[in-house]
């Protein structure tokens, strides 16, 4: 699975958009996006995730790069519960098991 | 109904011994699976179940074996614990055969497994 780069924290203000960026120059055209977080002392949570075209769900918006190379988790308007971390995955489809292979993520903390 | 749950939830032990850790899953999913996330909090897959059938194996040491008994439970034992194995350790689950498809995985709420 490609890697993917994370910046190590980010903060938002309450009530504002929080974007958060992903690099994953190396991605192949059979891996998705997914995005993941794991807020304090709970279990990771499934966020969202996409292969080409953006996303959006009730949760977030994935923005993907036409060449695929990057991608931005935007949470539109950021309560303090979305304070966690966040992780960025890049998976093969089709290919072996389906394993998540977790970096470092983003630390987000939500200001009020 | 929690969807995925797990006990213990706390587990204090010393080493030597032998422990067990149960996971649950009550949403249907043909594979389970089980990661540990250590003191530097990064998370790491051990193993996944499709359907009862070892389809992830990582680098793990004998020690730790895994047993599902039907395909909504998927249990941890590990023998002869050690220091280095004090970690939370989370249990999920996922639709489909895990080869060929992108569903979501959803994760219990840990196990904090402290080994003195």
């Known amino acids: 699975d490609a890697k993917t780069t994370q910046p190590t924290s980010m903060d938002c203000a309450e009530g504002r958009a929080a974007n958060l960026p992903c690099n994953h120059s190396t991605i192949s055209g059979n891996e998705y996006v997914y995005w993941y977080r794991q807020i304090h002392s709970q279990g990771p949570q499934y966020i969202i995730h996409?292969?080409?075209n953006n996303e959006t769900n009730e949760m977030a918006s994935l923005i993907i790069t036409e060449d695929r190379k990057s991608s931005t988790l935007i949470l539109p308007h950021a309560t303090l519960r979305d304070t966690a971390v966040y992780y960025c995955i890049v998976r093969e489809v089709g290919q072996g098991a389906q394993k998540l292979v977790f970096g470092q993520g983003t630390r987000l903390t939500i200001n009020p | 109904d929690t969807a995925v749950s797990q006990t213990p939830k706390y587990l204090v032990t010393q080493m030597g011994n032998d422990k067990s850790i149960k996971c649950e899953q009550n949403l249907g999913h043909d594979t389970m699976y089980w990661y540990k996330q250590d003191s530097k909090k990064f998370l790491k897959i051990m193993f996944s179940?499709?359907?009862?059938?070892?389809?992830i194996n990582e680098t793990v040491p004998n020690r730790f074996s895994p047993k599902s008994p039907d395909k909504a439970h998927l249990n941890l034992h590990i023998n002869s614990l050690e220091l280095g194995d004090s970690a939370v350790y989370f249990c999920?689950?996922?639709?489909?055969?895990?080869?060929?498809?992108?569903?979501?995985?959803?994760f219990g709420p840990g196990t904090r497994l402290t080994v003195t």
């Open positions: 179940y499709n359907n009862k059938e070892l389809i």
């Open positions: 996409g292969l080409k």
């Open positions: 999920a689950s996922s639709q489909g055969r895990g080869r060929e498809d992108s569903y979501e995985q959803y």
